[in-house]
């Protein structure tokens, strides 16, 4: 009897023992809970493009982007993002961690040695020292008072792109700078001496300008413009390379530009839309993916008539790459 009990325990444990092996080694190493934010990795390239860089972020983490435009003129008067373990509407949970920058672009300029007065400023910090991400470069701080959180100080442009760190843990820090770390300054394409713009021959009332080189094309109920590597599949149309620039036009009746994207099923589930202006319109500025379309929209009706403006692009890492052709396509957006 006790010969039996031993050869079936040897027969479970032989069958126990694969299953555990199996279980230990095939399970996922890199699951890590939200609040757990100290060996995160990172997977998903963000732009941020008004801005013009980007960050790689883990995908368990939020990512709010904010510019702020100046309702009369619509230029971009500040950029704020925040990356966080926790969504807009749910509050920060107890072990919180969030990375929020700021850019204001209409500062007076400085310069790193400007910048490196702050060594001296003992009174609000406990220490100074320098710091890179990407080729930017700046200072790290430790901040004094109740509120200790760490904060980076980056020279962008001329002006100070500023990123803390909040709650200010030594975990909470090294999580962040594996993210500011893969800061990357994107090259945007620039409008400027070599530029065309659309001719009026062309039956719309409306001009833009847009880079010498692209081909600009009539088409029905308006215009779209394509870089010179612009490439788009066959049957099913997929951008695959390259930019396009678009307007198009059709009646809106008597809505306003709100009221018009609140009737359509799909524009009116789209969050983040922003207030901006252009041609000396009220419009509205969004980002949209939709059946093989990736697309910024900025929108406006004028005399009963819906203006569409459309940048569309291959995807999120590339979005940037164009971006400066599409701003200044809204800059010199004029109606006839």
Do not use: C
């Not at 719309?204 to 394509?226: C, E, H, L, Q, R």
Request: hydrophobic share 35%.
């Amino acid at each position: 009897m006790k010969k039996i009990l031993l050869i079936a325990v040897g027969a479970i444990l032989l069958i126990l023992v694969p299953v555990y092996l199996y279980l230990k080694f095939s399970a996922p190493e890199n699951t890590v809970p939200a609040e757990n934010t100290g060996n995160i990795i990172l997977e998903k390239e963000y732009v941020f493009e008004e801005l013009g860089i980007s960050l790689s972020v883990p995908e368990n983490l939020h990512v709010i982007k904010s510019p702020n435009f100046n309702a009369t003129t619509g230029k971009l008067e500040s950029y704020n993002f925040y990356i966080q373990n926790y969504g807009d509407n749910d509050g920060p949970p107890t072990k919180y961690f969030q990375v929020y920058g700021l850019y204001q672009p209409d500062l007076p300029e400085t310069t790193f040695e400007e910048l490196a007065l702050m060594k001296d400023d003992t009174e609000n910090y406990e220490y100074v020292k320098e710091f890179s991400a990407g080729t930017l470069d700046g200072f790290e701080v430790k901040q004094k008072g109740e509120r200790a959180n760490y904060s980076y100080s980056l020279l962008f442009k001329g002006r100070v792109l500023r990123i803390t760190v909040s709650e200010g843990t030594l975990e909470n820090k090294t999580a962040a700078e594996k993210i500011i770390k893969t800061l990357k300054v994107l090259q945007p394409v620039t409008v400027g001496k070599d530029s065309e713009t659309t001719a009026s021959a062309m039956g719309d009332g409306y001009n833009f300008s847009y880079p010498k080189g692209w081909v600009a094309t009539k088409v029905i109920n308006g215009t779209t413009v394509t870089s010179p590597n612009y490439k788009i599949s066959e049957g099913f149309p997929i951008l695959e390379e390259g930019a396009e620039l678009a307007v198009f036009t059709k009646k809106a009746g008597n809505y306003t530009i709100n009221e018009d994207l609140a009737t359509n099923p799909i524009t009116s589930k789209i969050p983040n839309k922003t207030d901006v202006v252009v041609a000396e319109q009220n419009a509205i500025r969004y980002e949209y993916d939709y059946e093989g379309v990736r697309a910024v929209m900025t929108e406006f009706i004028y005399g009963g008539i819906r203006y569409s403006l459309r940048y569309r692009f291959v995807d999120e890492a590339s979005k940037n790459t164009y971006m400066g052709a599409y701003e200044e396509m809204l800059r010199t957006f004029e109606l006839l």
